[in-house]
């Protein structure tokens, strides 16, 4: 008896549709590598957050958002800090927000203006006569080194009783108020302590 050829019957093996790839998301910078790519090591969680958003939704670098936050800053203490604090008759304090606000600084008699920061530039050239100190808010900073230069520029401006001085800084803290303390001490020989209790009377 001869046997019929059995027929094969193929099977297709579906195949398993591959899964979508993810795409990783974006590995947002580190504080310290926002820090080095703006040049300033002393940026807070919330400058980081602000420099962030500013970045994306202005589509700019990490600098240009920094700079964008800085001029936003300015412009707030502007409106919320511009009053010079009075320290002497001729001797006020304060932070960028009163060194931009002309009204008051024609208000107050002020002629030179003595800026301890990096990075600020001078709003009214014309008008007003300007000192300018590097330096940056960090610990590490050596301001002392700059103590006699800007003393010694104080006193010799107002050796003029028409003359008035503004010290600043950004905030109007910690440069601006050593910067200060400083020329308290050294020019008018407060001690630390009488010169710090002068300065905090009026920031």
Not at 44 to 72: F, G, H, Q
Not at 75 to 83: I, P, S, V, Y
Request: charged letters at 30%; proline letters at 5%.
């Amino acid at each position: 008896m001869t046997k019929k050829p059995v027929k094969k019957v193929g099977v297709k093996i579906m195949a398993t549709p591959p899964k979508p790839v993810e795409k990783p998301k974006p590995k947002m910078p580190e504080t310290a590598q926002i820090k080095k790519e703006v040049e300033d090591s002393n940026i807070t969680w919330a400058e980081k957050d602000m420099i962030l958003n500013i970045a994306r939704s202005k589509k700019v670098p990490l600098k240009e958002a920094y700079k964008i936050m800085k001029t936003m800053m300015a412009m707030k203490l502007a409106k919320e800090d511009n009053t010079p604090g009075q320290v002497l008759d001729n001797v006020f304090i304060g932070s960028v927000g009163a060194a931009y606000t002309e009204e008051s600084l024609n208000k107050h008699g002020i002629t030179h203006i003595v800026t301890v920061a990096s990075k600020i530039q001078p709003r009214f050239k014309e008008k007003f006569t300007y000192k300018i100190v590097e330096v940056i808010d960090k610990s590490d900073c050596d301001i002392m080194s700059h103590f006699k230069e800007t003393n010694a520029y104080i006193e010799e401006v107002l050796a003029d009783e028409k003359h008035k001085v503004l010290i600043h800084c950004f905030a109007g803290k910690s440069r601006a108020c050593s910067f200060t303390a400083a020329y308290l001490m050294g020019k008018k020989k407060m001690s630390l302590e009488e010169s710090l209790t002068k300065i905090k009377s009026v920031r």
